[in-house]
């Protein structure tokens, strides 16, 4: 029996695939639970359209993140911070740092998570930040920290 999957399913397939499964698997499982639908000419050709969209869609979002990134990537973001004596930091200096001086310097709304040091901030200097734009594109920031 030919079905296709409306959400994911476990070792069955993901969201959108058109699937051969057993009868008794589709018949009893897969349709009354509203997992899949029968692959009928009609929903076929709808899945298809769908499918279609979600495509253009994706390289749309792929060609927007590419851009934010190479904006990104020209930045330098300056985080002011308190040292001692002996020129090491009070506190560290995290990924919610740079995501807030974003914010402040740059009017730019990035999410504290998809921003990981590449190395431990010690001290005043130039440092570097990855940022995560879209699961398959990165940017590299420069993070400098100067003494408060």
Do not use: C, W
């Not at 590419?66 to 930091?89: F, S």
């Not at 506190?91 to 998809?114: A, E």
């Amino acid at each position: 029996m030919k079905v296709i999957l409306l959400q994911d399913v476990k070792k069955v397939g993901n969201k959108g695939d058109i699937v051969e499964v057993s009868e008794g698997y589709g018949r009893n499982f897969l349709l009354p639970k509203k997992f899949a639908q029968e692959a009928t000419a009609e929903n076929l050709n709808v899945a298809k359209a769908k499918a279609g969209s979600a495509a253009r869609k994706k390289a749309q979002d792929n060609d927007e993140a590419k851009l934010m990134a190479a904006q990104l990537a020209k930045l330098t973001v300056k985080i002011p911070v308190k040292v001692g004596a002996n020129g090491r930091l009070f506190g560290s200096v995290t990924g919610k740092d740079v995501s807030d001086v974003l914010k402040k310097q740059h009017n730019i709304d990035m999410d504290k998570r998809k921003i990981a040091l590449k190395s431990e901030i010690t001290g005043p200097g130039l440092y570097e930040a990855v940022i995560k734009v879209h699961p398959e594109i990165t940017s590299t920031i420069k993070v400098e920290v100067v003494a408060n």
